[in-house]
Structure formats: C-alpha cells, structure tokens
C-alpha cells in the first residue's frame, strides 16, 4: 500500500519512488470544474481553471483557485453567493482534469485519481492503485478513452490476476494516456456499453461526489526517473 501524507503536508517519497501527496484534490491549470448553484442558474456555469491560477463566476469575479481544494472552493462560493441567494446550495464536480491524470475504478485496492509526469504503462498504473483486489480475481480490465456518453474508444484486456502485477504478464501492456478511465472487472464482462452506462458511469459520478468530501489522488513518479 502506499503510504499517504497527511493533509496539508508536502509530498513524501515511498522506497518504490512513487510520491503520494495530500489526500484531498487540489485543483490545478487546465481543470474543467461544473458549478452548480440549486435553482440559480444564472449563477451554474463550468469554468476551467486559467493559466493564472484563476476562474471567473458571475458577481463574485475572478477567484484564484490554484491549489485549493474541491470543498475549500466550495465552501468559498457558499460564503461570497450568501450575500445575494438566501441558503445557497452549492456543489461540485470535475469535468476534466487538466495535466496527465487517469481515473481508476472496480476491483483495486486504491480506487481514485492519480496524477503522472512521464509515460506509464497499464500495469505500473494498476501498481500505483495497489493492485488488484481480492475479489478480482480471473477477470478482465476495461481501458476507456473518451467521453463515456458518446461514444468512446474502448479496449478490454484480458488478464490474469494471479500472475499479471508479479510477472509482468500482459499481451497488450498499453501506454495510459490522460484522462483514460481504466475500470477492473471481475471474471464477467457483458456488452461495455451496458457496462458503462449501468455501473461505470453511476460509480464515476458518486466517485466524482465523494472526491469533494474526501479525494484520492496521489502523484506517480516514473520509477525511470
């Protein structure tokens, strides 16, 4: 497992070389935010964070973002639209990551998001969320690329779990690329699309709700590095 540092303190270097930073998500440049304001939409609307650190929201202005966390942001709207909405509602969720970052789901031991520097191989990536779980077991793993309503690209690998993470035994041990959505299933896989829409895309939106309270993400050095 890798060992993660408490909030607010810098990033610690495990013996593998892999770096894991504070356990909430801070945002960074290029990230795609939907903001949402109950029954005000005139004031819901997705920004993306600017290369100065900022975005921009109507009344309140520009907000430097840069480094803040998903519930400090969301608590710093709360407060500055409580002088024009009576109880303000307000919620979060990320669209789009900006920098290398892929989302990992299913049957692992760290479900989350994990920011990359260089390239990094399907199997290092199921490294970095710790493995596969126990009740992985013989199963297949889903790489999705794209937006999951639409129609994205798909690749389904079979794998087997006993030997893959020890041996390095992969016949397609494929390059992650940002924003990837890589989802580990158990031994049945049916019709992705129905596996998309019934199970990866409910878990990534309750994924997305839960980052706001409590994120998962953590840098990964190459071990090449």
């Avoid at 770096?19 to 990230?31: C, H, M, P």
């Avoid at 035994?169 to 019709?191: A, C, H, Q, R």
């Avoid at 997305?208 to 409590?214: I, L, S």
């Amino acid at each position: 497992r890798i060992p993660a540092s408490s909030a607010g303190n810098s990033a610690v270097d495990t013996p593998s070389g892999i770096t894991s930073v504070r356990n909430e998500y801070y945002l960074e440049i290029g990230d795609s935010v939907a903001i949402d304001v109950w029954r005000v939409p005139d004031l819901s609307r997705t920004v993306i964070v600017r290369p100065d650190g900022r975005i921009s929201m109507p009344i309140v202005g520009d907000l430097d973002v840069l480094g803040v966390s998903l519930i400090q942001l969301k608590d710093i709207l709360t407060k500055k639209f409580t002088d024009y909405v009576w109880n303000p509602q307000v919620s979060i969720s990320i669209l789009q990551f900006g920098g290398r970052k892929f989302v990992i789901l299913g049957e692992v031991r760290g479900q989350g998001v994990y920011r990359f520097q260089q390239d990094i191989s399907l199997i290092e990536a199921l490294a970095l969320a710790g493995g596969f779980s126990t009740s992985a077991k013989k199963g297949k793993v889903m790489i999705i690329r794209g937006d999951i309503h639409k129609t994205p690209q798909v690749k389904i690998i079979n794998a087997n779990m006993q030997n893959l993470l020890k041996q390095g035994m992969l016949s397609e041990n494929l390059t992650i690329l940002p924003n990837d959505i890589i989802y580990v299933t158990k031994d049945f896989l049916g019709d992705y699309r129905e596996v998309i829409d019934n199970v990866i895309s409910p878990t990534l939106g309750t994924f997305t709700d839960f980052m706001v309270a409590r994120s998962a993400v953590r840098t990964a050095q190459d071990k090449r590095n």
